[in-house]
């Protein structure tokens, strides 16, 4: 009898291994961001759940270095964010989102953020949980990432971005067009 094909979105039982490998090994070097959360808990969820698991890979090859920071109580789900200490090497030189690519006439950059991430089966992260990120270390020293951005500012042709200078973490503004070498997105899960 034949074999049922794979849907795109899942991994080689190998793939599935060499993953859950390096997130356990992130995991245990990072018990902060975490805290009374077990790993094997953690682990279960994702075994159960193929999509999800193979949004993680994405998430990991595009240099986001996912990592559990929470746990919803009410849903069971834990909750993944990009901890990458600069926005992921895989993901810069976005413009905001499909109208701002398309907007430009010339020097388009290769995608958008946000057509990205939900090709990537996540979401941006929001303001208030790129703080809340910024709680576990020091990230984005040197880059910075667009985030979710509201939409009466982005109907005016701005999105918005966040980095961390001078031990401060800062939220700026620019022309969701715009596109940056150091400039990319963080994203989050929840499994």
């Known amino acids: 009898m034949p074999q049922p094909l794979k849907s795109k979105k899942e991994l080689s039982p190998e793939q599935r291994k060499e993953l859950l490998g390096a997130l356990k090994v992130r995991f245990e070097k990072n018990m902060n961001r975490h805290k009374g959360i077990e790993w094997a808990n953690t682990q279960a969820k994702l075994e159960a759940n193929a999509e999800k698991l193979?949004?993680?890979?994405e998430m990991e090859k595009?240099?986001?270095?996912?990592?559990?920071?929470?746990?919803?109580?009410k849903t069971g789900e834990y909750i993944f964010y990009d901890c990458s200490l600069e926005s992921p090497k895989g993901r810069r030189s976005f413009c905001y989102d499909r109208e701002a690519l398309e907007s430009r006439k010339e020097h388009k950059p290769a995608d958008n953020a946000t057509d990205m991430a939900a090709a990537m089966g996540i979401e941006l992260l929001t303001e208030e949980q790129y703080r809340e990120l910024q709680t576990f270390g020091n990230f984005d020293t040197k880059t910075s990432?667009?985030?979710?951005?509201?939409?009466?500012?982005?109907?005016?042709?701005?999105?918005l971005f966040c980095d961390r200078r001078y031990d401060t973490v800062f939220v700026y503004h620019n022309g969701a067009?715009?596109?940056?070498?150091?400039?990319?997105?963080?994203?989050?899960?929840?499994v």
């Open 54 to 57: 193979w949004s993680i890979n």
């Open 62 to 73: 595009t240099g986001g270095e996912p990592d559990v920071v929470g746990h919803d109580k």
């Open 145 to 159: 990432s667009w985030v979710k951005t509201p939409s009466v500012i982005r109907k005016l042709g701005g999105a």
């Open 177 to 190: 067009e715009s596109y940056y070498a150091a400039r990319g997105f963080r994203g989050s899960l929840k």
